[in-house]
C-alpha cells in the first residue's frame, strides 16, 4: 500500500504545488449584487491611480473610451487594464461605438463588462448579448418617460445619471433620487447604479434615499478630469461600507 502511494505521488509530481485557481475578487454579478452598496470610481486615466483604487478594495473603475470625453482613455494605452484582471471590476465606458470596439477588448481580457453610456438602442445593445459580452445601459434621467423602455435592452443593470445631451455623463449633476427610488422599488429583479453628482459629502444620503445596488463616481473623486482624488475615494469607500 505504501509503495503504491509513493507511486501515485510521482506520478502526479506537480499537483500539490500548482496554485489555487485565480477567484475574482469582484465580478459582475457580485457587483450588482452587493450589499452594502458597491463602489465604481469612473474616468480613470493613470495605471497609478487604477492599480491604488484596486489595493483599497474599491469595486470596480470605469474606463472611458469615448474620444470627446474629457476622462478619454486611448484603447492602445489601455494595456495596463490586463494587469488588474481579477482584482477590481474592469468597466468599459463607451459611447455609441458599435460593438466591435467593446467586444475586441473584452475578448482581450482588458474589461470585465461593459456600460453603453450613449443613445444606444435595444438593438445595439442585443449585438452585445449575442456577442456573451455583459452589460449596463445608462440612462440619461429627466423624468418618467425615460425609464419605460429600460426593460427592452435586457442588460445586466441599469445605470440612471443626469441628462446631459452631448456630454454623456460626468457632468457632477444629481438626478431626482426619489425617481430613482421609486424605480428601484418597482424593479427590484433588475439592479440599479446612481450616478450623477455623487461626492463624499452627499453619499450616505444618496445611499440612503435610493438604496442602489451601486454608485459610479467621476468628478466627485476627482482633482481634476481623469485624475483622480484618494483623500475623496477612501471618504467614499468608507461611507458605502459603512451602511
Known amino acids: 500500500m505504501v509503495a503504491a502511494l509513493r507511486c501515485r505521488s510521482r506520478d502526479f509530481p506537480l499537483a500539490s504545488r500548482l496554485p489555487p485557481p485565480m477567484v475574482p475578487r469582484v465580478t459582475a454579478a457580485s457587483f450588482l449584487s452587493s450589499s452594502p452598496a458597491s463602489l465604481k470610481i469612473c474616468g480613470v486615466t493613470l495605471p497609478s491611480d487604477a492599480q491604488r483604487l484596486a489595493d483599497l478594495g474599491v469595486d470596480a473603475l470605469g474606463a472611458n473610451f469615448w ?24 468597466v468599459g465606458v463607451f459611447v455609441n461605438a ?10 482581450e481580457g482588458l474589461i470585465d463588462l461593459v456600460q453603453l453610456h450613449g443613445d444606444e438602442t435595444a438593438e445595439d445593445a442585443r449585438m452585445l448579448e449575442n456577442a456573451g459580452v455583459p452589460f449596463v445601459k445608462a440612462i440619461g434621467v429627466r423624468g418618467v418617460a425615460d425609464l419605460e423602455s429600460v426593460h427592452a435592452f435586457r442588460a445586466a443593470g441599469i445605470l440612471l445619471d443626469a441628462h446631459a445631451p452631448g456630454v454623456y455623463g460626468g457632468t457632477g ?27 463624499p459629502g452627499n453619499v450616505s444620503e444618496a445611499i440612503a434615499a435610493v438604496q442602489p445596488a451601486a454608485l459610479d463616481v467621476a468628478s466627485g473623486a476627482e482633482i481634476r478630469p481623469g485624475v483622480k482624488d484618494f483623500g475623496k475615494v477612501e471618504a467614499l469607500l468608507a461611507a458605502c461600507r459603512a451602511i
Open 98 to 107: 458599435g460593438y466591435e470596439l467593446p467586444v475586441r477588448l473584452y475578448e
Open 173 to 199: 449633476q444629481t438626478i431626482d433620487w426619489a425617481l430613482a427610488r421609486r424605480f428601484v422599488a418597482e424593479n427590484p429583479e433588475l439592479p440599479l447604479i446612481l450616478a450623477g453628482g455623487i461626492t
Open 67 to 90: 474620444p470627446l470625453s474629457k476622462r478619454y482613455l486611448d484603447p492602445a494605452q489601455a494595456g495596463f487594464l490586463k494587469e488588474l484582471e481579477g482584482k477590481i471590476l474592469r
